[in-house]
């Protein structure tokens, strides 16, 4: 796999900042909302004994909603978050996270703002369990979102400045990594406007373009699971058996019946 490393030209807590400033307006508080209710629905079918959140969703500290599992850690560059006990300050491309210990990692956005997305999901799966979940948001370059990045003329503002990876990219490299994509889902249909009230008008278009056009949408959810090979080389049960005839192994020859 062939690692392309990236560079940002902001350092990766002032991103994070920026970053959470935009979820809390419009339209990033419109796609808060859906990705919340999202993760919401997806967590709460998951089970286990840790799980880890990289990327923070805008200024949201709280362990992840719906979830059933009460032991629960939020990793960002920074740490504003109130509970300490539960926030973790590092970088997803080295997780301060013990080898297969987390039941469910959620990469929200993790790979659209990272230097190097292959360290990242290698380093998901390095902390995953066998059979552990995979929950990642992502933005979807085929979408109007896409077309609003591709003509914005400053690189630098968010989540413009990320670089959008398709969802068929993202099952690509999972697969590369041993999993298998167990289910997506298709969120944010309408195009980034920033009067909050055209947001409004628009909401319909989250129905029909999940129905309709669900290839489109601005973002994507992917879950998959961390299968491992359960299988062990096994020896053959025969041999070949050469002949020996004076000392000499007999060469095998063809000749007809007699």
Not at 18 to 38: I, K, M, T, V, Y
Not at 48 to 70: D, M, N
């Amino acid at each position: 796999m062939i690692t392309k490393q990236r560079s940002f030209c902001k350092s990766a807590p002032i991103l994070a900042q920026e970053l959470r400033h935009w979820f809390n307006s419009s339209p990033g508080r419109d796609l808060l909302a859906l990705e919340q209710q999202c993760l919401e629905q997806l967590l709460s079918r998951l089970f286990g004994y840790y799980l880890l959140h990289v990327g923070c969703l805008g200024y949201q500290t709280e362990p992840l909603f719906a979830s059933r599992i009460r032991s629960q850690f939020v990793l960002s560059p920074d740490s504003i978050g109130s509970d300490q006990k539960h926030w973790i300050t590092g970088s997803p491309m080295q997780l301060p996270i013990a080898s297969e210990s987390m039941d469910v990692v959620v990469l929200a956005h993790a790979l659209d703002f990272s230097q190097d997305p292959h360290q990242v999901l290698r380093e998901m799966e390095r902390v995953l369990i066998p059979e552990g979940r995979v929950i990642i948001l992502g933005f979807n370059p085929w979408s109007l979102w896409g077309l609003r990045r591709l003509f914005c003329l400053d690189k630098t503002q968010v989540p413009w400045c990320g670089y959008f990876l398709s969802r068929q990219r993202i099952n690509d490299w999972l697969s590369l990594l041993g999993f298998e994509v167990q289910m997506h889902r298709a969120l944010m249909f309408c195009p980034p406007i920033r009067q909050q009230g055209v947001m409004e008008r628009l909401a319909v278009m989250e129905k029909v373009g999940e129905k309709f056009w669900p290839p489109l949408s601005g973002v994507y959810a992917v879950q998959a699971v961390k299968r491992v090979s359960r299988l062990t080389p096994v020896k053959p049960m025969w041999k070949l058996r050469a002949r020996v005839q004076s000392g000499r192994i007999a060469e095998p020859t063809a000749r007809s019946g007699r």
